[in-house]
Each structure stands twice: as C-alpha cells, then as structure tokens.
C-alpha cells in the first residue's frame, strides 16, 4: 500500500509539473535559443523532477500512515 501511494505522489507531481511546464513554453517569445542554454534548462527540470517525485511521494505515504496507523 506504501508503495502505490508513493506512485501516486509522483505522478501527481509529475502531472503538475507538466502542466506548469506547457504553460511557460506556451509564453516563450524568443524561439532563437543556444543549445547550451537549452541543456542547462534540462538539467535543472530533470533536478527539479527526481527531487519533486521523491518528496511528494515521502510525503504522501507519510501523511497515509499518520492518518492510518
């Protein structure tokens, strides 16, 4: 059980991160962009990803078993 609730705190991150990520590809204006640049931002989102899944979905099982003993 602690396990399905640790995937669901993952996916539910990662759904969200997903939409906040959309949103602001669907602002950007300068299409013109060093692949450099581009690498560091894949860098940080993939940071920002594994630390996200793994602390929501710590903090989904830790709420279910305070809450169920």
Request: hydrophobic share 60%.
């Amino acid at each position: 059980m602690n396990f399905g609730m640790f995937v669901l705190g993952a996916v539910v991150f990662l759904i969200s991160f997903t939409f906040f990520k959309i949103s602001a590809f669907l602002k950007t204006k300068d299409l013109e962009v060093s692949w450099k640049k581009l690498f560091m931002v894949f860098f940080v989102d993939y940071l920002i990803l594994v630390i996200g899944v793994l602390g929501t979905g710590i903090i989904f099982v830790s709420l279910f078993n305070s809450f169920h003993g």
